[in-house]
């Protein structure tokens, strides 16, 4: 990507962005014609291959910037003290809510990354899972295990409920006219039934 992206007006960078995001969550990567990219960012495409010198190089771009969302908008709504494994899943589902909202066109975006069957999806492949595996041994390492039910196996439970909360929200992903209190409600269902499951009972509700 050429350095000068950085110079343009914060307006610009962003009207890049999220018309990058527009396009790519709305179509497969293959079918993401640049230049409609620059019609929408009201850029010409010459312009636009100045600044990233072809569509793989915007959406490796695309793909690391969303994370930049993503660390904010975590930061603003995971308390750093909470040592609660069902506490830390509703917040980490809350700010996924949060990023859809404010975001919407980027949280599709990166949704779509896991399903890319393109040439570029085998870069990401390897991204993927070292961030969900980071994610997983952050939680791991600050939960209290002692809430748990003896014998139960913590690391295969985070593999389970991801499985469970990745149909959910596919499901949830695939409807254009997203409804915010559903998502809330059907996700907290979820995590309440693996609650009563495996939590001991003076820590249950």
């Known amino acids: 990507m ?19 995001y527009r396009v790519f ?25 100045y600044y990233f010198k072809n569509k793989k190089e915007l959406y490796l771009f695309l793909y690391n910037y969303v994370f930049i969302l993503v660390n904010k908008i975590a930061e603003e709504e995971i308390n750093p003290s909470e040592t609660d494994f069902y ?6 589902s809350k700010y996924q809510r949060k990023l859809l909202k404010q975001h919407m ?3 599709r975006f990166i949704m779509k990354t896991f399903y ?6 085998r870069e990401l492949i390897g991204k993927n899972i070292s ?13 209290d295990r002692s809430k748990f039910k003896e014998g139960t196996d913590i690391t295969q439970l985070v593999s389970i409920i991801g499985w469970c909360a990745e149909g959910f929200w596919k499901e949830k992903f695939c409807n254009p ?3 915010m209190d559903e998502i809330d409600s059907g996700f907290k ?6 609650r009563k499951s495996t939590y001991k009972e003076e820590y249950l509700p």
């Open 177 to 179: 006219n997203v409804d």
């Open 25 to 49: 969550s709305e179509n497969s990567y293959k079918q993401s014609p640049m230049s409609e990219i620059a019609k929408e960012a009201c850029i010409s495409k010459s312009l636009l291959f």
């Open 116 to 121: 890319e069957d393109e040439e570029v999806a």
């Open 105 to 107: 066109y980027a949280y």
């Open 131 to 143: 961030v969900t595996d980071n994610s997983i041994n952050l939680l791991l390492g600050r939960i």
């Open 2 to 20: 050429n350095d000068k992206f950085y110079n343009l007006p914060i307006d610009k960078q962003n009207a890049i962005i999220n018309a990058g």
């Open 189 to 194: 269902k979820i995590i309440d039934f693996f």
């Open 87 to 92: 506490e830390l899943m509703l917040q980490s």
